[in-house]
T-cell receptor, first 113, second 115 residues
Framework: DQQVKQNSPSLSVQEGRISILNCDYT??????FLWYKKYPAEGPTFLIS?????DKNEDGRFTVFLNKSAKHLSLHIVPSQPGDSAVYFC????????????FGQGTRLTINP | DAGITQSPRHKVTETGTPVTLRCHQT?????MYWYRQDPGHGLRLIHY???????DKGEVSDGYSVSRSKTEDFLLTLESATSSQTSVYFC??????????????FGSGTQLSVL
């Protein structure tokens, strides 16, 4: 049973436009969420995170939005650049339960020039 | 980049043979993890370690064992490899456990093919 779901396996966006990657979760105990980025032949690298006490966190071109009532989070990349082409993984954890990170299936983002 | 080395980077083996993957870190981090990445499943935790000789199971631990005799090395063993264990395996390390899991650093991965 997939507790963290990324329902779009792939996404294609024009350079300079906004990229929106979505993630849904089913476990209401999750209270910390992260996005990782992965290039081919490399390991995932941390991108941005958000705690459940917030509904938005911004870091440069990257913004993560959290909608707790809908159990949904999204990653916005503005403006999108060719170097953003990668696989993006959403992950969640439960702080108090010391639960290990649970990852989504990943979304492959392609930025077209 | 975090000092994490996985070996081998690629391996092809036959069903029923034992396989050991090695993760070596130079960061002296306490926590080490083994994940596998499969299409449609993302990254799934196999085993993790919270110190020398202290290990625990993750969500997909069946068919795998681990050992950590030194802080810097974390070994993943497939006692008798099966085709379902064909995957990309990632080692990860972290300095602390809990809410700041963004401190999770990954190695470059090992592509394992079981024929």
């Amino acid at each position: 049973d997939q507790q963290v779901k990324q329902n779009s396996p792939s996404l294609s966006v024009q350079e300079g436009r906004i990229s929106i990657l979505n993630c849904d979760y089913t476990n209401s105990m999750f209270d910390y969420f992260l996005w990782y980025k992965k290039y081919p032949a490399e390991g995932p690298t941390f991108l941005i995170s958000i705690s459940s006490i917030k509904d938005k966190n911004e870091d440069g071109r990257f913004t993560v939005f959290l909608n707790k009532s809908a159990k949904h989070l999204s990653l916005h990349i503005v403006p999108s650049q060719p170097g953003d082409s990668a696989v993006y993984f959403c992950a969640a954890s439960h702080i108090q339960g010391a639960q290990k990170l649970v990852f989504g299936q990943g979304t492959r983002l392609t930025i077209n020039p | 980049d975090a000092g994490i080395t996985q070996s081998p980077r690629h391996k092809v083996t036959e069903t029923g043979t034992p396989v050991t993957l090695r993760c070596h870190q130079t960061e002296n981090h306490r926590y080490m993890y083994w994940y596998r990445q499969d299409p449609g499943h993302g990254l799934r935790l196999i085993h993790y370690s919270y110190g020398v000789k202290d290990t625990d199971k993750g969500e997909v631990s069946d068919g795998y064992s681990v050992s950590r005799s030194k802080t810097e090395d974390f070994l993943l063993t497939l006692e008798s490899a099966t085709s379902s264990q064909t995957s990309v395996y990632f080692c990860a390390i972290s300095e602390i456990e809990g809410p700041t899991n963004e401190k999770l650093f990954f190695g470059s991965g090992t592509q394992l093919s079981v024929l």
